[in-house]
Nanobody, 115 residues
Framework: QVQLVESGGGLVQPGGSLRLSCAAS????????MAWYRQAPGKQRDLVAA???????NYADSVKGRFTISRDNAKNAVYLQMDSLKPEDTAVYYC?????????WGQGTQVTVSS
């Protein structure tokens, strides 16, 4: 099993940047697919970006070219670099770890993009 703790959220102006971090505890982190999801008020939780154990990445169309997901297996961590932020990026961002039928979520971190 793996436990996840997100950090790095906050208030940022449109056009600004934030870097989210997700620290994982547990064994065999490098075997997990990792992902970032987000959920805005009144909306469903949607996939933002994902990275496989081998390092392959995929992104939601709405964030392509602006967000970058990365992982550091030596530090048991995954990151989301968010650039050119827009008000519509405002949401709670969740880290997810998945391996087979097992899935674990963090508690989420709030990102607010507003002037």
């Amino acid at each position: 099993q793996v436990q996840l703790v997100e950090s790095g959220g906050g208030l940022v102006q449109p056009g600004g940047s934030l870097r989210l971090s997700c620290a994982a505890s547990g064994s065999f982190f490098n075997f997990y697919g990792m992902a970032w999801y987000r959920q805005a008020p009144g909306k469903q939780r949607d996939l933002v970006a994902a990275i496989t154990p081998g390092g392959s990445r995929n992104y939601a169309d709405s964030v392509k070219g602006r967000f970058t997901i990365s992982r550091d297996n030596a530090k048991n961590a995954v990151y989301l670099q968010m650039d050119s932020l827009k008000p519509e990026d405002t949401a709670v961002y969740y880290c997810n770890a998945k391996r087979g039928t097992y899935s674990s979520w963090g508690q989420g971190t709030q990102v607010t993009v507003s002037s």
